[in-house]
């Protein structure tokens, strides 16, 4: 008994040393950030996917991605609002999670047209998580290639494939998938089994990752899987056992706020947050309904809206004593 109590201390005081120098030597300080132009696939496999550290491509040509201007509502809804879709929907915006009795529970799977979802989407999005809507929280998040197998309609304004990506792997994405939702729809801690290219079309998407030295701190175990169904009273959920049984390996902490005495080796693991975003679809043109809404995309994204001012349609507006002096200097 002594000897393992003092193996299992070797080795816990090993992994303290694996995650401190993850963190003091590998581990960014903050994601990097680099413009898509500048960057070739041996630097991108050389410093960052041997590496495995993360990277944010800005300044995406538009005409390589007609997404950025196209895909307003009208737009979706003319092109693709007849074709059903598979939208998963949760009670509270979690999905592929463990909850509070220590199962895995999966999203329920329904098939709507994108219109209605769309109208769904919109319905409920200024409701609160405190607050979710009696239907749920809807999310388009569907893997398995979703883009070219449900809407491949929309495939005319993405490019087949990211040729940094193809240079850098050799192949073409084996999946090329669509996810549309709001701030409610979280994704759980979990682990990818492919290289991953992520754009953000419009709005914001936030990743909290973990190198691979941080897997010995995630607690992750073995759940019995469930499935939310809807309840019988309108707005009732229900969360049912699979069946037959299984037990999916999965990681139970929140990450983003994990319960440290719950999951206290959680304390130990090496985070980085990488935030992606895009303003108002990012149209060169820029077009701001209030001077509220410059200001706060001038916080989000500074670099895009100092380039926006430099045009003379806005003259006014760079001309206001906000940008002369102060915080809001440019």
Excluded at 149 to 174: I, K, T
Aim: net charge negative.
């Amino acid at each position: 008994m002594a000897s393992t109590s003092l193996e299992a201390e070797r080795v816990r005081r090993g992994l303290g040393r694996l995650a401190r120098n993850t963190r003091d030597l590998l581990l960014p300080k903050q994601v990097p950030r680099r413009p898509a132009s500048s960057i070739g696939a041996l630097e991108f496999v050389r410093d960052f996917v041997a590496a495995s550290q993360p990277l944010v491509l800005t300044d995406l040509p538009v005409q390589d991605w007609p997404c950025l201007e196209r895909w307003t509502e009208a737009y979706l809804l003319e092109q693709v609002g007849d074709p059903e879709v598979s939208v998963n929907v949760t009670p509270n915006g979690l999905g592929d999670f463990v909850d509070e009795q220590g199962r895995f529970v999966k999203p329920l799977e329904e098939r709507l047209r994108f219109r209605d979802f769309w109208g769904q989407l919109q319905g409920s999005f200024s409701q609160t998580a405190a607050a979710p809507r009696s239907n749920g929280v809807p999310y388009l998040s569907r893997q398995n290639d979703s883009l070219r197998d449900e809407l491949p309609q929309l495939m005319r304004d993405v490019p087949p494939a990211v040729s940094l990506g193809v240079e850098a792997f050799g192949n073409e994405p084996e999946a090329v998938n669509l996810w549309v939702g709001d701030s409610r729809a979280v994704s759980s801690c979990h682990k990818d089994h492919y290289e991953n290219l992520y754009m953000v079309v419009q709005g914001e998407k936030v990743f909290t990752l973990l190198p691979p030295a941080a897997a010995p701190f995630l607690h992750e175990q073995l759940y019995l899987a469930a499935h939310f169904e809807r309840g019988r009273s309108c707005g009732d959920w229900e969360t049912v056992l699979d069946s037959p049984s299984e037990r999916v390996p999965w990681i139970p902490l929140d990450v983003a706020a994990p319960d440290l005495a719950l999951y206290p080796d959680f304390a130990f693991a090496p985070v980085v947050e990488a935030w992606l975003v895009q303003i108002l679809n990012r149209l060169r043109r820029a077009k701001f309904d209030k001077f509220e809404d410059l200001i706060v995309a001038i916080r989000e994204d500074g670099d895009f809206c100092k380039e926006a001012l430099d045009e003379p349609s806005f003259a006014d507006f760079k001309a206001d004593s906000f940008f002369a002096a102060g915080e809001g200097k440019l």
